[in-house]
């Protein structure tokens, strides 16, 4: 089924007795060409690209909970492409020109607003740093502008520009950066890999690989075992568990990261602002909830939750920047398993095991990734190559010394 406003009118008109369930409930089937574990943005949008654009079809999703139970329905939905790196920057410049033509390609509603993100400058060391990062940013295409203390104070007067420790002296905005519904990109994806054919496993846990004489040949599951051609892995917080199944042991740690949204207000936040001095980040969403969160939890954990320490911290790095929140309530905290590489950037390659590929290493960047990832682990698996925007995402690189440290923080996970 196609959605269009005519289909919503004629659903109206008649009941809506017409409308389908936007994926099927497959049972397994017992062998694939290729089988992706984890059923979250990124194995999704690797199965809709597989489908849509390397005309793989005899494609599996395996996936041990529902659609959108992990970190691809729990993050705080910024898209953007502001890096600096040249082992990054295009790649997140290609996501973000996915995003912009996203709901057109795979005929889904995933409310991409492109309401601008805007990081607050709080010193002068800091207005270079940012100076460098959008000069890197128009040098790969994408847009920037560095905005002077007044004209933040325009869009955002109600933000504390005097604060003692944090004045805010300007911000680098970046316009065509925004948020997009996190859920619905879950859905669009599941729904347009479903009708090119592609099975979704729901409820079916990988417990380990077979692999002979160095090639992997399945999946063992929770529903017996799936052979397959190739088998790509992309299970976000959970990697170093799966990959261990695999006699492997990965450049990543696991750390929760938490977000809170308020109670609805009518509109305040016009975009989304990063507070990068004191680790606070927030935006409106379109039922009029703020948004927000800090950092990791700092510990190594792999539960869905988080503790009181770091709500006390987002809480206090939210006050010093927007003193009118400690007037409003909150009302849900969650969290979510990141997978924290040693570099802070992620991994898109093949493994040293013959038809077993690997996609992670997303820390909490990973959502505005997500169809970015999709497409290049499609083209990896596909063509057994690697895309020409994610050539530094290589496994190798931690051996090789060739990091991608965005924030220059070294081998310390908790602080990328
Ligand atoms: C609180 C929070 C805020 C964030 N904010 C942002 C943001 O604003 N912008 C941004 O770009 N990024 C953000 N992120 C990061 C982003 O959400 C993740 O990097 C990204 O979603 C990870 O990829 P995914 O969607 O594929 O992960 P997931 O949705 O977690 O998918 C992995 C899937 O694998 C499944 N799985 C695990 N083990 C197995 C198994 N054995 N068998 C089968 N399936 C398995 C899991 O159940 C899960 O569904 C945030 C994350 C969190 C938690």
Redesign the pocket.
């Known amino acids: 089924m196609r959605y269009s406003g005519f289909r919503v009118l004629k659903e109206a008109l008649t009941g809506h007795k017409g409308w389908r369930p936007v994926w099927r409930d497959p049972d397994p089937q017992p062998h694939y060409d290729i089988v992706i574990?984890?059923?979250?943005?990124?194995?999704l949008a690797t199965a809709y690209y597989l489908a849509r654009q390397f005309h793989q079809h005899k494609v599996a999703v395996?996936?041990?909970?529902w659609i959108?139970?992990?970190?691809?329905?729990?993050?705080?939905?910024?898209?953007r492409s502001n890096y600096l790196l040249d082992g990054n920057e295009p790649f997140y410049e290609f996501s973000l020109k996915l995003w912009e033509g996203l709901e057109q390609d795979f005929n889904y509603n995933a409310m991409v607003s492109q309401r601008g993100i805007l990081n607050l400058i709080h010193s002068d060391a800091q207005r270079d740093a940012f100076t460098r990062r959008g000069n890197a940013m128009i040098l790969n295409g994408a847009d920037a502008e560095l905005l002077s203390a007044q004209q933040v104070r325009r869009t955002y007067p109600f933000l504390n520009f005097n604060d003692a420790r944090f004045p805010i002296k300007g911000g680098l905005a970046q316009r065509r950066g925004g948020t997009v519904r996190?859920d619905a990109v879950?859905w669009g994806y599941a729904r347009g890999a479903d009708r090119r054919g592609v099975d979704i496993l729901q409820n079916?846990?990988?417990?380990g690989f077979r692999i002979e004489n160095g090639k992997c040949l399945g999946v063992e599951?929770s529903r017996g075992f799936i052979a397959a051609g190739k088998v790509g892995v992309?299970?976000?917080?959970?990697s170093s568990?799966?990959m261990a199944k695999a006699g492997m042991r990965l450049p990543i740690e696991s750390h929760v990261?938490?977000?809170f949204v308020s109670e609805g207000l009518k509109p305040v936040l016009p975009g989304v602002i990063t507070f990068g001095a004191g680790h606070f980040y927030c935006s409106q969403s379109d039922k009029g909830g703020l948004v927000f969160?800090g950092d990791i939890d700092g510990y190594n954990s792999y539960a869905q939750r988080g503790n009181l320490p770091v709500i006390e911290d987002v809480a206090e790095g939210g006050m010093a920047l927007f003193p009118g929140l400690g007037r409003v309530r909150l009302l849900r905290a969650?969290?979510?398993?990141?997978?924290m590489s040693m570099d802070g950037s992620p991994i898109i390659d093949h493994t040293p095991i013959d038809g077993l590929y690997f996609n992670g290493g997303?820390?909490?960047?990973?959502?505005?990734?997500?169809p970015a990832s999709g497409w290049c682990f499609a083209h990896l698996l596909a063509t057994d190559t690697l895309h020409p925007t994610a050539t530094a995402y290589r496994l190798d690189r931690f051996q090789r010394g060739r990091m991608i440290d965005e924030k220059g923080m070294g081998a310390q996970p908790n602080l990328h």
Request: overall charge positive; hydrophobic content about 35%; aromatic content about 8%.
């Open positions: 574990v984890g059923g979250g943005g990124h194995g395996i996936e041990k909970g959108g139970g992990g970190n691809v329905g729990r993050n705080t939905t910024i898209i996190h879950a079916c846990e990988v417990t599951t992309a299970v976000a917080g959970n568990r799966i990261l938490q977000a969160g969650w969290g979510g398993i990141m997978d997303w820390c909490y960047g990973g959502f505005k990734a997500t």
